[in-house]
């Protein structure tokens, strides 16, 4: 048995700041968005409960197997079952092996690099950009959200996506921040 406060402050330190990331994962493998709150509770608690016994080693890869675990027992056991959102779940793969402690420095180093890079995009698009991929909203929802056309949120979405994409492999921004550079010459075959 481990001491409440000492599981209160784990829960505060190492599974409170996963709440962005669980909440995308849930509603990228459940279909009904309304549920999303519930099940997230649902795994908090799963979680706490479990820690009191005692804390895992990867608090990280606890979450999300407890997660997609939830998830695979009320696909189960729903009265409808859709047969491919169960096997999909099940595909779902596990969480990678422990975060060693230079994997964890490579991995801070990289979102430090991700973070500069979209700070570098304008702003509308790193707006969508972080909408679609860190809020896990869909292009529809962005449109209502933002107020623009889904045509103008998918260019923007695309716009930097592509300049994310350029910056990552080159280590520096586009030439020209409302293009992407080299996407017209390629897109034209050169």
Excluded at 97 to 104: A, V
Excluded at 159 to 166: F, H, P, S, V, Y
């Amino acid at each position: 048995m481990v001491e409440r406060s000492e599981v209160k402050s784990w829960f505060c330190r190492e599974v409170l700041p996963l709440e962005h990331v669980l909440t995308a994962f849930l509603r990228r493998n459940w279909r009904t968005g309304e549920d999303i709150p519930d099940f997230r509770q649902e795994v908090y608690a799963r979680v706490f409960a479990a820690g009191c016994q005692e804390l895992p080693r990867n608090a990280r890869a606890f979450v999300f197997t407890t997660a997609r675990n939830l998830l695979i027992n009320h696909a189960r056991r729903a009265a409808i079952v859709s047969f491919e959102l169960v096997a999909d779940l099940e595909e779902v793969p596990a969480p990678a092996e422990e975060l060693t402690p230079e994997r964890h420095a490579v991995a801070r180093d990289e979102l430090r690099h991700v973070r500069a890079a979209v700070a570098r995009l304008p702003a509308r698009c790193q707006e969508i950009v972080m909408l679609r991929k860190v809020e896990g909203m869909s292009h529809r929802d962005i449109a209502a959200h933002t107020g623009l056309s889904l045509k103008t949120v998918e260019a923007h979405l695309t716009r930097g996506m592509r300049g994310l994409a350029d910056m990552m492999r080159e280590g520096s921004e586009p030439a020209d921040p409302g293009t992407v550079h080299g996407a017209g010459a390629r897109s034209r075959g050169a």
